[in-house]
Nanobody
């Protein structure tokens, strides 16, 4: 079982940037699809971006395309989410997750990190 720990959240002004990190430990399958999700207040959890653990292939939701970038450091077992041009609607709890395919069951969730964007 893989364990995931997110860091990097905080309070930022609109237009600012943050980088979230997700450190993975334990058993990591090369076939994992790593994802960043966001849960805004009163809304369902939303998938923002994915990256293949071994392939490095990425995908981004339309709501963040061009502003957020997912990446991973294979040597450090860490996945990142670079967030630029932040908006107040980006406020929420951000979760890292491991799964085998989009829409499939999540194998492991991180504990989440709060991002608050002030306008």
């Amino acid at each position: 079982q893989v364990q995931l720990v997110e860091t990097g959240g905080g309070l930022v002004q609109a237009g600012g940037s943050l980088r979230l990190s997700c450190a993975a430990s334990g058993r990591i399958f090369s076939s994992y699809l790593m994802g960043w999700f966001r849960q805004a207040p009163g809304k369902e959890r939303e998938l923002l971006a994915t990256i293949g653990w071994s392939s490095g292939s990425t995908s981004h939701a339309d709501s963040v395309k061009g502003r957020f970038t997912i990446s991973r450091d294979y040597a450090k077992n860490t996945v990142y989410l670079q967030m630029n041009s932040l908006k107040s609607e980006d406020t929420g709890v951000y979760y890292c997750a491991a799964q085998f395919r989009v829409g499939g069951p999540v194998v492991s969730w991180g504990q989440g990190t709060q991002v608050t964007v002030s306008s």
